[in-house]
Every structure is written in C-alpha cells, then in structure tokens.
Nanobody, 115 residues
C-alpha cells in the first residue's frame, strides 16, 4: 500500500525559503497527477500546487510565483519549493495524488512562518 511521507518542515522567518520533500513508499511514475496540499489551523485542507506527468503545473493563486512543485520519479519523491514565505503560509503541508486518495495521506509536515 502506497503512503506518502512528508518532511522538511520547520520554523522560518517571513521572506524565507524552504523545500519540502515528500517520499513515496513505492514508484510514483504511474501517477498522472501529484499535488501538495496544506491545512492551516481551523481551516480545511486546500490544494497548493498540482503537477501532471507531462510537467504541467497549477498553483493556488496565493502562492503563484513563489512556490514550485517538482517530481523525481527515480527517487519516488515530490518536492515543494517555497520562497518569499508569509505568515499566512503557516500550515501542515501534505502531498498526495490529485484525487486525494484517502489511504495515501501521510502525517504532513508542519511549517511555521513567524518573526
């Protein structure tokens, strides 16, 4: 059974950068779409970035131009590069496929932006 494990979170200051890796327990090469999501305190989980197998990307409006999603099929890993971080980017970040398969959810990784 596939599971995603997110890591790399932490505390950073506004305008800082962070890269989150998400490792899959098996090959991700068969996934057409992979995505990063986040859940802020008291909020529902939301889509942050989406990447298709052909390299097409889509981003939430709030992160466009600052976040970049990438995948390395050889390493079974999905990445989220986050730049110019803001307080409102504080959340638990998750990766999953683009249909949010329930069984694939990991624990997420906490990212806190604070001065």
């Amino acid at each position: 059974q596939l599971q995603f494990v997110e890591f790399g979170g932490g505390l950073l200051q506004p305008r800082g950068s962070l890269r989150l890796p998400c490792a899959a327990s098996r090959s991700i090469s068969t996934f057409d779409g992979l995505a990063w999501y986040r859940q802020a305190p008291g909020m529902q989980r939301e889509l942050v970035a989406h990447l298709t197998a052909d390299g097409t990307t889509n981003y939430a409006v709030a992160v466009t131009g600052r976040f970049t999603i990438a995948r390395d099929n050889a390493k079974n890993t999905v990445y989220l590069q986050m730049n110019a971080m803001k307080h409102e980017n504080t959340a638990v970040y998750f990766c999953n496929d683009d249909v949010q398969t329930k069984a694939y959810w990991g624990q997420g990784t906490q990212v806190t932006v604070s001065s």
